[in-house]
């Protein structure tokens, strides 16, 4: 099963911790998920990678980085769009054979198309330690449409800690769990029905593009000049960073290389006894990518659900998008215990019901209705 939320942070102030790292806070625990933090030392890199098994990380870095760079908590390090970075994070790892993590980046990350990908010690897999992992962990970051700026002890990935009793649930423990507490509402905030408006394949509960939207999302500007710092807590102007796309018709053609930020249909819900995943979309559907950002904790959507915000881009050609379409799916897993504190009660950015551009940007909710372009025009 996952660790909920109080062991979290027994896994990290108890009398046997098996995460470890200086100073950690009660702040970087959350209903299922562990926030980790920039160390100090940065590097460029040339190239992406994954671990190697023979050698070690750093020896690899040593061999291949291009400048160090040196966080502090400080002054703001510029991160250029494109470019590709490796840091060590502060925490580490201790696990029993029976215990892995697994990685996401934060959903304040991922909206900005910062890709954040979490490597471990001669293990050549991104985002997920092997069984009984002890050792550091590292981060390797690629802002794709923004230049960005970051400080040492920035929460920028979030882990989950699984033992070997994890599984997620089947196709008929999902639709139960939805009679039970309701996982999936439409726009007005009533629940869908199970089986008829909501379809789960092998565990998958699919969601479905909205583009009967005024603003059916954004397209991330190209060549934006000014760095989108994500850690001093400034705020931004959307219409620095983003372009509305408006309604047209059904119908939404993806081009290549371009950044798109959209939104479900449905609105999600988690149950308390569960957390939850979003996947990708079958290949199969269509030829585009959605969400880096992928965790989803016990409470999320409060009462009655929160549209999901979808991190798009398109592959290698241009893609047709229609409104209702499948774009990706959820898969739950229960954690050991309901979370003593849900999303929602405490730190939660994302509470309200209608979509929202990330943290770091005003108006972000106000952002997806057709009033707020009119008076920023």
Not at 55 to 70: A, N
Not at 89 to 99: D, G, I
Not at 322 to 335: A, I, S, W, Y
């Amino acid at each position: 099963m996952v660790y909920p939320y109080q062991m979290l942070k027994d896994a990290a102030f108890g009398a046997a911790p098996i995460i470890y790292g200086e100073h950690i806070t009660e702040g970087q625990f959350q209903p299922a998920t562990m926030d980790l933090r920039l160390g100090n030392k940065m590097v460029a890199v040339p190239e992406a990678f994954t671990p190697p098994t023979h050698d070690s990380i750093e020896d690899y870095l040593k061999s291949v980085e291009h400048y160090p760079l040196y966080l502090n908590r400080e002054q703001t390090q510029h991160l250029d769009r494109n470019k590709l970075y490796v840091v060590k994070l502060v925490e580490s790892c201790q696990f029993p054979e029976t215990t892995r993590m697994i990685f996401s980046p934060k959903s304040s990350i991922g909206r900005n198309d910062v890709h954040v990908r979490v490597m471990c010690e001669k293990y050549p897999y991104y985002d997920r330690t092997p069984w009984g992992y002890k050792g550091p962990l590292y981060a390797l970051i690629a802002s794709q449409s923004f230049h960005i700026g970051v400080r040492a002890g920035l929460e920028m990935v979030q882990g989950r800690i699984k033992t070997r009793t994890s599984k997620r649930l089947g196709t008929d423990e999902v639709y139960q769990m939805h009679q039970k507490y309701g996982i999936a509402y439409d726009k007005a905030g009533n629940a869908l029905v199970a089986r008829e408006q909501i379809r789960v394949e092998d565990g998958t509960m699919n969601f479905h593009i909205d583009l009967e939207r005024d603003v059916v999302g954004f397209r991330a500007k190209r060549n934006v000049g000014t760095r989108l710092d994500l850690t001093a807590g400034e705020t931004y102007q959307p219409e620095a960073y983003w372009e509305p796309m408006y309604r047209h018709g059904s119908r939404l053609v993806l081009d290549p290389g371009e950044f798109y930020l959209l939104a479900t249909q449905e609105r999600v819900k988690i149950p308390p006894e569960c957390c939850g995943q979003l996947v990708p979309v079958d290949p199969d559907l269509g030829e585009f990518r959605v969400h880096y950002a992928g965790f989803f904790d016990n409470g999320f959507g409060g009462a009655q659900g929160t549209h999901g915000v979808l991190e798009v881009r398109a592959s290698g050609v241009p893609f047709a998008l229609g409104h209702g379409k499948p774009v990706c799916g959820m898969q739950f897993e229960r954690t050991f215990e309901v979370p003593t504190r849900l999303y929602g009660q405490g730190q939660s950015n994302y509470t309200e019901p209608l979509p929202s551009l990330s943290k770091h940007f005003d108006n972000r909710y106000s952002a997806w209705d057709l009033k707020y372009w009119a008076s920023h025009r």
